[in-house]
């Protein structure tokens, strides 16, 4: 799925930037857009008849990188598999503890296929420069959350049916179909984070920023940090 690449700096952004993210995740789900950072100078001369004297340069500083232009964008994806069971009886009055009809259990047994992904908003990242001198070098600070998931989907066509038995006395509940389908979703997403998905997303979305970062800025003059932040 990963395919490192490099791509030189005079490209566009678009181009750079995607070419970053594929390296990383996979092509399919991702859609940036160029974000540009201008550093502009400014000087001027005044002559005087008696005494020239020149002003001090003058330069704009950039403190903060933006990346809304990027908007949300998913760094992990996991495919789960949830298998379920539908065991049913018909009762013989309308109770719990009431005891079976003879000759109604249905019992059906399943799997549906998941997809989710996790990443970030990242117009909600606001990096901050600080800008190198003659002695040091400059650092960029990058305030990172925890990852969230974005996307949670049944794959339609990923249906397998291990078992089946149904009664012609007790068919089973399409409504109590839907209703273990939804289930199934809810515990999908609790398998992905319990086997890292957020901890990926932002292990990803962090290696991103940085090749993102450093086509923009010389790498040998800027370091970048991170830091965990709680929204």
């Known amino acids: 799925m990963e395919d490192y690449t490099n791509e030189p700096k005079k490209n566009s952004g678009k181009k750079v930037l995607k070419k970053i993210v594929n390296k990383i995740i996979h092509p399919n ?29 003058h330069k704009e500083v950039v403190t903060q990188l933006s990346l809304k232009d990027i908007g949300t964008l998913s760094t992990q994806e996991a495919y789960v598999t949830v298998v379920e069971a539908m065991d049913e009886n018909r009762k013989l009055y309308d109770a719990e503890d009431a005891p079976d009809v003879p000759l109604t259990n249905s019992v059906c047994v399943f799997s549906h296929d998941f997809q ?32 969230k998931i974005l996307t949670s989907g049944m794959l339609s066509d990923k249906e397998e049916v291990y078992y089946e038995k149904e009664s012609i006395f007790n068919n089973l509940s399409e409504a109590k179909k839907a209703e273990l389908r939804a289930e199934m979703g809810d515990k999908a997403e609790n398998i992905a984070v319990e086997n890292g998905l957020l901890d990926k997303a932002k292990s990803n979305a962090k290696k991103v920023l940085k090749n993102f970062i450093y086509n923009i800025y010389d790498s040998n003059d800027y370091d970048i940090v991170f830091e965990d932040e709680k929204e």
């Open 29 to 57: 789900i991702i859609s940036l857009i160029v974000v540009a950072v201008i550093v502009g100078g400014l000087f001027f001369f005044i002559g005087k008849v008696s005494n020239s004297e020149a002003e001090p340069e």
């Open 116 to 147: 989710i992904t996790a990443g970030y908003d990242f117009e909600k990242i606001k990096p901050k420069v600080e800008q190198k001198t003659d002695n040091q070098k400059g650092v960029i600070t990058v305030p990172l959350p925890d990852a």
